[in-house]
């Protein structure tokens, strides 16, 4: 009995062996199922005015599981702590909310916005202005809107899209694109402009004739403009193409305008 034992286990392993070409399929999940974040801007080097490399620390985020209620989770209030780690709480800002994958092959579709805004709902719009003086770093960031979406199966990650799995660091990665638009002006004198052989420097620069308020669709990332129509006081620096002497900047919200500089 022994002999015929051993002689069937060993029967077992050849036929689990790497010469039939059997693989076993890795579980690409942490461990723990928890959803973890890594999240960034793109485009960052086309924009002076607007969020900083690092200035992205919080943002909303939709997990749509069309299989499961259960694991489907909206409106997430995720912050980026002083070691650049990402957590997520509920709209209060303070109720940690963890948030799980159902399995490494179900599909889910995730959106992300900011900022954060405590009503935003699936189907619904977030709202907001622009800022009407830009000309601080500070005011410029607060005008920028950001939006990504895209689905996410966890086994299978596209990572063309804006916002998939990464199955080397365990993590949903999500690239923000910016939601609005930027305007650059270039800014040359020319001789008749000198005086007394110096070149002027400008020391302001105003953008008229656009709506400031925006409505974004968290469906879609479509973008309204609204409101009144209102002069914006652009950012002034020396990024300016070669050639030109000063450079100013302005988020504003996409429209069709007749606008002055």
């Not at 620390?57 to 002083?82: C, I």
């Amino acid at each position: 009995n022994r002999l015929y034992i051993a002689a069937l286990a060993a029967a077992l392993m050849a036929g689990c062996s790497d010469d039939d070409g059997m693989t076993v399929r890795k579980n690409v999940l942490p461990d723990d199922g928890v959803i973890r974040l890594e999240a960034g801007i793109n485009d960052m080097s086309s924009r002076a005015v607007g969020y900083t490399a690092n200035g992205l620390d919080e943002l909303g985020l939709f997990v749509d599981n069309a299989g499961s209620a259960d694991y489907s989770y909206a409106n997430v209030y995720m912050k980026k702590d002083a070691s650049g780690k990402w957590t997520s709480f509920e709209s209060n800002g303070t109720t940690p909310w963890m948030m799980l994958w159902q399995s490494q092959s179900a599909t889910v579709d995730v959106t992300a916005y900011a900022p954060y805004d405590a009503a935003a709902t699936a189907d619904g719009n977030v709202a907001g202005t622009v800022e009407t003086d830009q000309t601080a770093e500070e005011n410029g960031r607060k005008s920028d809107v950001l939006f990504a979406a895209a689905a996410v199966t966890p086994d299978a990650p596209d990572t063309s899209n804006d916002i998939y799995y990464d199955v080397n660091t365990e993590k949903l990665k999500v690239n923000m694109g910016h939601a609005l638009s930027k305007l650059t002006v270039n800014i040359r004198y020319g001789t008749e402009m000198t005086q007394g052989g110096a070149v002027p420097a400008p020391e302001a620069v105003t953008l008229g004739g656009t709506m400031t308020g925006w409505s974004l669709s968290i469906a879609d990332g479509t973008v309204l403009a609204s409101g009144s129509v209102q002069d914006i006081a652009m950012m002034l620096s020396d990024n300016a193409a070669e050639g030109y002497d000063k450079c100013a900047e302005a988020i504003l919200v996409p429209q069709a305008a007749a606008f002055t500089v």
